[in-house]
Structures are given as structure tokens and as C-alpha cells.
């Protein structure tokens, strides 16, 4: 089992910028592929990037437009997302997701999700 404990989230201002983290717990932090997803109310639930075992390869939802940047320590156990030039439609429940390895499959753990709310 993995656990994972976002945080990070809160109010912004359009154009502003927060940091969102994702703690690992229960197994080798380094085995699993990991991922942030968003879901907004009404909405389907769209992933936002990833970012494979070792850090060094990572992909972008293509609403991102190079305004958000993935990242992890394995040291730490952590996975990051840097979100810069926030939009009120980024307003969403974010949810750090893992899996193990990096040959695909569905993302078997979630954390419960940390709100991210933009204000225009």
C-alpha cells in the first residue's frame, strides 16, 4: 500500500502561484510513477502532468501551456507541482496519484485532494 498526503492548496489571485506537495508513505517512493490530477465541480477529471520513476521525463495536460512544472525528490518521498500564472478556471480539487512503475496502467492509490481556488 502507498499513502499519499497532498498539500499546498488555498486561495490565489489570478496570476499568482502555489506549490503543491504530495507526501509518500508504505512503500519505495522511487518504484512508483507518480501523477496530479484535477477534477472541478461538474466536471471530468483531467490530469494535469506526470512525472516518471526517476524525474526525468515528465508530460503536461494541455491546459498547462508551460504555466505549471512537475517535479520530485525521492529522497524525500515527495512530488511537487509549481503552478505560476494562475487562471480562475484552474479552480479545482487537485489529487496526487501513484502507480507502480512506468510501463502505463491505471493509477492504483490517491490522496484525498487539496482544494486549489483561483479568484478573478
Known amino acids: 500500500q502507498v499513502q499519499l498526503v497532498e498539500s499546498g492548496g488555498g486561495l490565489v489571485q489570478a496570476g499568482g502561484s502555489l506549490r503543491l506537495s504530495c507526501a509518500a508513505s508504505?512503500?519505495?517512493?522511487?518504484?512508483?510513477?507518480m501523477a496530479w490530477f484535477r477534477q472541478a465541480p461538474g466536471k471530468e477529471r483531467d490530469l494535469v502532468a506526470d512525472?516518471?520513476?526517476?524525474?526525468?521525463?515528465?508530460n503536461y495536460g494541455r491546459f498547462v501551456t508551460g504555466r505549471f512544472t512537475i517535479s520530485r525528490d525521492n529522497a524525500k518521498n515527495t512530488v511537487y507541482l509549481q503552478m505560476n500564472s494562475l487562471k480562475p478556471e484552474d479552480t479545482a480539487v487537485y489529487y496526487c496519484?501513484?502507480?507502480?512503475?512506468?510501463?502505463?496502467?491505471?493509477?492504483?492509490?490517491w490522496g484525498q485532494g487539496t482544494q486549489v481556488t483561483v479568484s478573478s
Open positions: 496519484a501513484a502507480r507502480r512503475g512506468d510501463y502505463g496502467g491505471e493509477y492504483g492509490y
Open positions: 512525472i516518471s520513476l526517476t524525474g526525468r521525463t515528465a
Open positions: 508504505g512503500r519505495t517512493f522511487s518504484d512508483y510513477h
